[in-house]
C-alpha cells in the first residue's frame, strides 16, 4: 500500500530539528569525552570477513546530537555490519569508532547504559507473555531499579501500542508486533541514543506510520535516533540527517534536504494527450520520459522552460499543470550511485 506523504506541519518540524541539530555538532569537537556535538564518530572503519569479503570500506560518518539521522542503503549494502561494529558486537578489521565520546568496543560497558538498541529483529522467549519478556530484559539491566520495572514495563508497552498483547505469548505474535516488542525493549530506560535496524520491518502501514510518530516524539524529547532502513520514502519521512551506503562505502552524508537540494528534479506535464505531450518533450531533448495515466515526466531538458511549455502548446498538447518537481531522496541516490533502489520495501 502507497505511504502517504509527510504533512506540512511534519516538514517544518523535520527542518527544525535539523537546524538543531546542525547548530548542536557545532558545539564540541567530535569525538570527546561527554561530547554534546556529536554521538557517533568512526574514521577509516573498516569491517573485513574471512575468505576476504569487505563488508564495510573505510567508513567515516558523523552523526550529529539531536539528530534523526537515516542510514540508507540496500540490503547487503554494510548497514548492519557497521551497527554490530558500533553496538561492539563484533570488532572492527581497521579504523576507529566512537559512540557518545567514547571508543567502542572498548568502553561498551560504559556507553551501552545509555543506548537502546533494536538490531537484526528481538530475541525474545517465545514461552514467555510480551509483558514477561520485557520483565526479563529490564531484570538484565544493573542499572534499572526493581522497584519501579513493573510501571517501567507498562509504560514501554503502551507507548509501542501492545497493552492489550501484553498477557499473550510472544511465539503468537505476529512479526509486526515482534519488532513493536523490540522497540519497548529498547525504551525501557531513557537513552541519549537509539539505533534502530529496520524497525518497521514486518508492520502494515498503519503501524509504520505510529513507529515514526514514535521516532519524531523521541527525538523531541533529546534522544538522538539512528536510524538503518533501505525503505527511502521512510528515512525522507522521519529523518533530519541521512548517510548513503552501497557495496560497503559511503556514498554522502549531511542533512535530507540538502541531499537531495543538488539534484535536479523532475519536469512534469499534466495532461490528457500524454502521447503528444511525450513527443513533444523527447523533440525538446527532455530525458527518460515516463508516461501514466494523465501525466507525463522526464528529466528536464537544457533549455528555458518557459520554450518547452510554448512548443507543447503549439503542438495541440492541452497543458493542465506544468513544472518541476522538487528532487527526491531517491533522485539523489539515483544521481549518485547510477542504481536503483528498493522504495517499496
Known amino acids: 500500500m502507497e505511504e502517504l506523504p509527510a504533512a506540512e506541519g511534519d516538514e517544518a518540524d523535520q527542518t527544525d530539528r535539523a537546524d538543531r541539530a546542525d547548530r548542536a555538532a557545532q558545539v564540541a569537537p567530535a569525538g570527546q569525552v561527554g561530547d554534546v556535538g556529536t554521538v557517533i564518530v568512526t574514521r577509516a572503519l573498516t569491517k573485513r570477513y574471512r575468505g576476504g569479503q569487505l563488508a564495510v570500506d573505510g567508513l567515516d560518518l558523523t552523526v550529529p546530537a539531536g539528530s534523526v539521522f537515516g542510514f540508507l542503503g540496500p540490503n547487503g549494502s554494510g548497514k548492519t555490519t557497521t551497527i554490530r561494529m558500533l553496538m561492539?558486537?563484533?570488532e572492527p578489521t581497521s579504523g576507529t569508532a566512537r559512540v557518545l565520546g567514547q571508543p567502542m568496543p572498548r568502553a561498551a560497558r560504559a556507553v551501552l547504559p545509555h543506548v537502546g538498541a533494536l538490531i537484526e529483529g528481538p530475541a525474545l522467549y517465545g514461552f514467555l507473555s510480551g509483558r514477561d519478556n520485557l520483565i526479563r530484559y529490564d531484570a538484565a539491566d544493573p542499572t534499572a531499579d526493581p522497584r519501579t520495572r513493573r510501571t517501567r514495563v507498562a509504560a514501554a508497552l503502551d507507548r509501542v501500542g501492545l497493552t492489550a498483547a501484553a498477557s499473550k505469548k510472544a511465539k503468537a505474535y505476529s512479526l509486526g508486533m515482534k519488532q513493536r516488542l523490540g522497540l519497548a525493549a529498547a525504551?525501557?530506560?531513557p537513552r541519549r541514543l537509539l539505533v534502530l535496524d529496520e524497525p518497521t520491518n514486518g508492520l502494515d502501514p498503519q503501524g509504520m506510520r505510529e513507529i515514526r510518530a514514535l521516532i519524531r516524539e523521541l527525538a523531541s524529547d533529546g534522544t538522538t535516533v539512528f536510524l538503518s532502513s533501505h525503505l527511502?520514502?521512510?528515512?525522507?519521512?522521519?529523518?533530519?540527517?541521512a548517510a548513503v551506503m552501497a557495496q560497503g562505502r559511503l556514498i554522502t552524508q549531511g542533512a535530507v534536504a540538502e541531499l537531495a537540494a543538488g539534484t535536479r528534479g523532475r519536469l512534469f506535464v499534466a495532461t490528457p494527450d500524454t502521447g503528444d505531450a511525450a513527443r513533444v518533450l523527447k523533440e525538446q531533448g527532455a530525458g527518460d520520459v515516463v508516461i501514466t495515466e494523465d501525466r507525463v515526466t522526464a528529466e528536464p531538458p537544457d533549455r528555458d522552460l518557459a520554450d518547452v511549455n510554448a512548443a507543447l502548446v503549439t503542438a495541440?498538447?492541452?497543458v493542465r499543470g506544468f513544472g518541476v518537481e522538487r528532487a527526491s531522496l531517491e533522485?539523489?541516490?539515483?544521481?549518485?550511485t547510477g542504481e536503483g533502489f528498493d522504495v517499496a520495501g
Open 88 to 90: 561492539g558486537l563484533i
Open 187 to 189: 525504551l525501557l530506560q
Open 232 to 241: 527511502l520514502d521512510e528515512i525522507e519521512q522521519v529523518c533530519t540527517h
Open 316 to 318: 495541440g498538447v492541452r
Open 331 to 336: 533522485d539523489a541516490f539515483v544521481a549518485l
